[in-house]
């Protein structure tokens, strides 16, 4: 079955879940993160199908994520390393990780605690405002169309709808 690709849509969220919205693919991410980088060293932490290992890791390298080199030449093998692309990918998983322990992990706590070794502190991720340094959250905001939209879209009324001069992400309601 063909998956529908979602690279040209005009949304960073659609065009980003297009390459990394696979579970396999973030937790070949996080493993590269906590120092794994080779082909056996993820088949051995994730439990994952080599033919699956193979697509995902095919995958990230395309995108730039992570760049191959090898490490052995008599057979060729290789370990897979993070580019700044890939290393800027951290505060997703960052952001991914403090939603899942606050909302998934049970009484026992946090599997994993991060800690910031420059303050010497536990730390989470958290979504800060690049102006003021505020939480954003999604009934402060609004969105509005940038430069990139594609401009034949402009005149559709669903669009100019959801992107309505003052309306507020979500509905504002608290469940």
Known sequence: MRRTS?????????????????????????????????????????????????????????????????????????????????????GVLAALNAWGDRWLAGDEGAPVVLHHTSCDHDTEARVVCSSCGEPLRHQDLTARTGPGYPPRLLDDPAVQERFAPGRTLGDGRRV
């Open 6 to 90: 979602f690279d040209t849509w005009p949304c960073s969220i659609a065009r980003t879940a297009d390459i990394l919205g696979d579970a396999w693919t973030l937790l070949v991410l996080r493993e590269v993160f906590y120092g794994e980088s080779r082909f056996d060293g993820f088949i051995g932490s994730l439990g994952i199908a080599r033919n699956t290992l193979t697509d995902r890791l095919r995958r990230l390298e395309s995108e730039g994520l992570l760049r191959r080199r090898a490490y052995q030449t008599d057979p060729v093998r290789h370990e897979y390393l993070l580019t700044d692309k890939g290393r800027d990918f951290f």
